[in-house]
C-alpha cells in the first residue's frame, strides 16, 4: 500500500503537477464537447450538489466530495489495484490504473467524464509510484476535487465549470504546461517504489 509518507520534494512536486493536471483535464473535457453529447441536466444536477451557499455547506462538500473520496478511492485505486497489477510493466499498470479510474466514473447519460478522469487517474497512479506514497495520491485527490467546490462557491469563478462548451481560459494553458513540467521534473528525481517492480524485476 506504500503507507510511508512523501518526502518534501515528492509533496512539491505532487502539488505541481495536479496544478497542472487539473486545468489540463478541463481543457480534454471541453474538447470532447466537439464529438460527445453534453448531459445538460445531469451536468445541471452536478453542479447544483457542488455548490455551496453559506460557509457550514462548503465545509461540509469538501468532507464529503473532496476528502471522503480522496481517502476511499485511493485506497482502491493507487492500493490495491496498483499493487495488485505490480506483475506488469510500471507504464502497463499505470495506463491500465488510470483507464480503470476513468470507467469508475463514467454514467449511464453520456463517456464524456471518462478522458479528464482517466488522464487524471494515470497522473496520480504515476506520482504514487515515483514517490513510494499512497499519501500523495490522497493529497492530489483531494487537491483536485476541492478546487472544483471553491470555485463553485465563488460565483465570479463559477462560470469557470457551468457552460462545458466554453473553453477554459487562455492563461490556463502556459500555467498548466509549466506547473506539469515542473512537476515532473520533480518526481523523476524521486525513486521509483520498490513496491512495484518491473517485470523484468519481479521475475528475476
Known amino acids: 500500500f506504500s503507507l510511508r509518507r512523501p518526502t518534501p520534494r515528492g509533496a512539491l512536486g505532487a502539488l505541481l503537477l495536479i496544478a497542472g493536471a487539473t486545468p489540463a483535464a478541463w481543457f480534454v473535457g471541453w474538447l470532447q464537447t466537439f464529438f460527445l453529447p453534453i448531459p445538460w441536466e445531469a451536468l445541471k444536477g452536478l453542479e447544483e450538489l457542488v455548490t455551496a451557499d453559506s460557509a457550514g ?60 478522469t482517466a488522464s487524471l487517474g494515470i497522473v496520480i497512479a504515476w506520482a504514487v509510484w515515483r514517490t513510494s506514497s499512497i499519501w500523495t495520491g490522497v493529497f492530489m485527490h483531494l487537491v483536485n476535487n476541492a478546487s472544483i467546490i471553491v470555485l463553485a462557491y465563488v460565483p465570479s469563478w463559477r462560470e469557470l465549470l457551468s457552460d462545458p462548451e466554453a473553453p477554459p481560459p487562455l492563461w490556463l494553458i502556459p500555467f498548466a504546461a509549466i506547473a506539469l513540467i515542473l512537476g515532473v521534473h520533480a518526481l523523476r528525481l524521486e525513486g521509483a517504489d520498490s513496491t512495484y517492480p518491473t517485470r523484468n524485476e519481479s521475475e528475476s
Do not use: K, M, Y
Not at 480522496?70 to 499498470?93: H, K, M, N, Q
Not at 453520456?110 to 478522458?115: E, G, P
Open 57 to 116: 455547506r462548503l465545509v461540509w462538500l469538501l468532507l464529503l466530495l473532496a476528502v471522503t473520496p480522496a481517502i476511499c478511492e485511493e485506497f482502491v485505486f493507487r492500493g490495491v489495484l496498483l499493487a495488485g497489477t505490480r506483475s506488469l510493466d510500471p507504464w502497463r499498470f499505470i495506463l491500465l490504473n488510470g483507464a480503470l479510474f476513468g470507467a469508475f466514473h463514467l454514467s449511464f447519460q453520456t463517456a464524456i467524464r471518462f478522458l479528464p
